[in-house]
């Protein structure tokens, strides 16, 4: 069974919008993290926002932000006023496990493309 | 900062070669992860370990081995190339602490089987 699903392939945003790409997640365990990583066209991952299982506030990192609804296992990213260069593949992922074997597993990806 | 490096950037192999991807990290972190990236599918995890000597399969182990004899490094190894093992390969690592903490990941190593 998938344990991270990103059900849009590909989102065409205009520039300064905001946009918020989906990620559903599922897991038994009660505590877990949950990742976004962008990936530019040159491929390198990088790391954007982090949330764990029992924050109770949604985590923010500039014009980075995660809508966490632990009920629903959501986990989507929003990213406020939207610009060129945040075009890029981006992806979910989830840790999970008990310290020492944590497993960290991630989505299909988004194509996030923004246009001027 | 934190430095995952990984042995090739480009990587053309024949069917059937025995091949070994390495990757070494310089930040003393206990866990490390192997995955390989196709288009449409994301990241797919082959193994990850989270001691020396220890390893787990992820969720594509077949066809894969791993070792790990140093914290600092983690080989991938294909036993017996095959076409459909050509792909992008990354490597990740992050500490093991109570909290979570992100991954660190390498530049990747495109492998070609021809």
């Known amino acids: 069974a998938q344990k991270i699903t990103q059900t849009q392939p590909g989102m065409f945003v205009q520039e300064k919008e905001a946009v918020t790409l989906d990620c559903t997640y599922d897991?038994?365990?009660?505590?877990?993290?949950l990742f976004w990583y962008k990936q530019p066209s040159s491929g390198e991952m990088i790391f954007l926002i982090y949330q764990g299982s029992y924050d109770e506030q949604n985590a923010t990192e500039g014009r980075y932000s995660l809508n966490f609804q632990k009920a629903r296992k959501s986990a989507n990213l929003v990213i406020s006023a939207s610009q060129l260069g945040d075009s890029a593949m981006y992806f979910c992922a989830m840790r999970e496990g008990v310290q020492g074997a944590q497993k960290l597993v991630f989505g299909q990806g988004t194509r996030l493309t923004i246009n001027p | 900062d934190v430095k995952v490096t990984q042995s090739s950037r480009y990587l053309v192999k024949r069917t059937g070669e025995k091949v070994f991807l390495e990757c070494v990290q310089d930040?003393?972190?206990?866990?490390m992860f192997w995955y390989r990236q196709d288009p449409g599918l994301g990241l797919r995890l082959i193994y990850f370990?989270?001691?020396?000597?220890?390893?787990e399969k992820g969720d594509i182990p077949e066809g894969y081995s791993v070792s790990r004899e140093k914290k600092e490094r983690f080989s991938l190894i294909l036993e017996s190339a095959s076409t459909n093992q050509t792909s992008m390969y990354l490597c990740?690592?992050?500490?093991?602490?109570?909290?979570?903490?992100?991954?660190?990941f390498g530049q990747g190593t495109r492998l070609t089987v021809v």
């Open positions: 930040m003393d972190h206990e866990n």
């Open positions: 897991t038994s365990d009660q505590s877990y993290g």
């Open positions: 990740a690592s992050s500490l093991s602490p109570t909290g979570m903490t992100e991954a660190f």
């Open positions: 370990s989270y001691d020396v000597k220890m390893k």
